[in-house]
């Protein structure tokens, strides 16, 4: 029964995040780039200056719960995870080096959507009777259709799936990575690790956005900075394949029957398979067009919505133009893509392909570092997931009344999630990921006008 409903789940995964769900994602992107004449990405500069400046740590003299920074580093918390590490490795296994390159692209255009999400999130914000600010697509999509019933719905449809995602993506699939690595690390068991989970998540959410926020403040800077210099010093050591890797990366990207061999071992794909593979993995990881991030944007401190805009499309740029990157080079550099793993005699994939990649300069060290990686990714991620989930439930409930209710069974699917096989959670976190960005696109969408006015009055 089991097997039959993972099968059933792989292929609706297959089906959903097929040509016309990347056409769509990337699509919008272009469109809104082309309309934009590109300003976002042109801004990007002047964007990742003001994230560090001292305006973006204040919240005095402004409608908002937090500080833009901590806006951008709760959404950062839920989009920089083990995709950055699993998930690169799984693309560039599957699409060959050249879904590096797909990536890229689909972050570029990317930070326009990103850009246009949480724009038009801030500007569409509301207060619930707490005093705390509530946005996100969901209200953004009543604005869009208002005074129709289809608005409504696709609003609710959003929410709906958000609250699926925040369980599966946010929390069931993280708790699992996490008791995979203390497993490995200090050979816990699956239940002492769940339940240390479980305690923890709910110490920090409980206390609500603040805590939540300054939580992520601090974890999310140190854990990218920490795996990027761990990068860094894997580049290094393999720094005499790198303008080889990055020619293989480019070449791959575009030949339609790339052909295996050097540093990239036995892997033979096509360009159509790059792409896909690229692609998809590229919009997964940095979530733009999925509306995540819009929703901790709108809790920002902040009376600008296109400056709050700007200072969240830099989390596309630093999880999928650095992170991504980084992971990827070091992949391709390091000779192991493509090779066989001796204990299985299977070609190296995933967390597997990342930790070869990495032992081929750090030695056994490589597996703990990244172990520990995930784990801060992971539980990074669950915060930044549980914020967005409960205030895509608190929309749908109507009132922030059955908050806490969510929180602890939220807390409970970690424990879960550490303590149970989770073949089938993965698919189906990815089938709700894909039908949230439905209704969210098809709003950004209807709204072109308005992004492109409020982009050119912010010149």
């Known amino acids: 029964m089991i097997q039959t409903i993972t099968r059933f789940l792989e292929a609706a995964d297959k089906l959903v995040w097929g040509p016309p769900m990347l056409a769509l994602l990337l699509g919008t992107g272009i469109w809104l780039s082309l309309r934009t004449r590109f300003m976002p990405v042109r ?19 402004h409608d908002g719960d937090i500080s833009p920074f901590s806006a951008l580093m709760m959404a950062l918390a839920s989009t920089i995870g083990t995709g950055n590490i699993v998930g690169v490795a799984a693309a560039m296994s599957l699409g060959g080096p050249g879904a590096l390159f797909w990536m890229i692209i689909s972050a570029f255009f990317g930070m326009t959507t990103k850009f246009a999400e949480c724009m038009l ?11 705390e600010m509530c946005g996100g697509p969901m209200y953004t999509i009543e604005h869009a259709f208002s005074g129709k019933k289809a608005g409504r719905l696709l609003a609710c449809m959003f929410a709906f799936f958000a609250v699926i995602a925040s369980f599966g993506i946010g ?3 993280q708790g699992n990575a996490i008791s995979d690595a203390l497993s490995i690390i ?3 068991p699956d239940s002492l690790s769940g339940i240390l989970l479980a305690v923890s998540v709910f110490a ?20 990218a900075a920490g795996y990027m210099l761990m990068c860094c010093f894997v580049l290094l050591g393999n720094c005499r394949n790198l303008p080889e890797s990055i020619g293989i990366i480019i070449y791959m990207a575009f030949s339609p029957k790339a052909v295996g061999g050097g540093l990239c071992g036995s892997i033979t794909v096509s360009m159509f398979h790059a792409m896909r593979f ?3 993995r590229g919009c997964f990881s940095n979530e733009a067009g999925m509306g995540s991030a819009a929703i901790s ?20 740029f630093w999880d999928t133009i650095v992170v991504c990157t980084l992971t990827g080079l070091c992949i391709v550099s390091s000779g192991m893509l493509g090779q066989t793993d001796p204990s299985t005699g299977l070609c190296y994939t995933g967390l597997a392909l990342t930790a070869a990649a990495f032992e081929t300069v750090l030695g056994p060290f490589a597996r703990y570092a990244l172990c520990l990686s995930i784990m801060l ?10 914020y967005q989930g409960e205030k895509a439930f608190e929309y749908l409930a109507g009132n922030s009344r059955c908050n806490t209710a969510y929180r602890i069974a939220f807390a409970l699917a970690a424990y879960a999630g550490a303590t149970a096989p989770l073949q089938a959670a993965w698919c189906f976190s990815d089938i709700a990921n894909a039908l949230m960005c439905v209704p969210n696109l098809i709003c950004l969408l209807a709204l072109s006008d308005e992004i492109v006015q409020e982009t050119q009055a912010h010149r």
């Open 43 to 61: 801004h990007i500069g002047a964007a990742l200056k003001s994230t560090f400046s001292a305006s973006a740590h204040r919240t005095g003299g």
């Open 186 to 188: 200090f050979r816990m």
């Open 377 to 386: 990714f992971a539980f990074s991620t669950i915060l930044g997931w549980e």
């Open 204 to 223: 920090v959410i409980f206390g609500g956005i603040q805590n939540i926020a300054g939580v992520s403040a601090i974890i999310v800077p140190i854990m």
């Open 171 to 173: 929390s069931l699939t």
């Open 297 to 316: 944007a709108a809790a920002a401190a902040s009376d600008d919505p296109a400056g709050q805009g700007y200072i969240n499309m830099t989390g596309t």
């Open 121 to 131: 999130a801030v500007k569409y914000r509301r207060k619930n009777k707490r005093g």
């Open 278 to 280: 690229g692609i998809a």
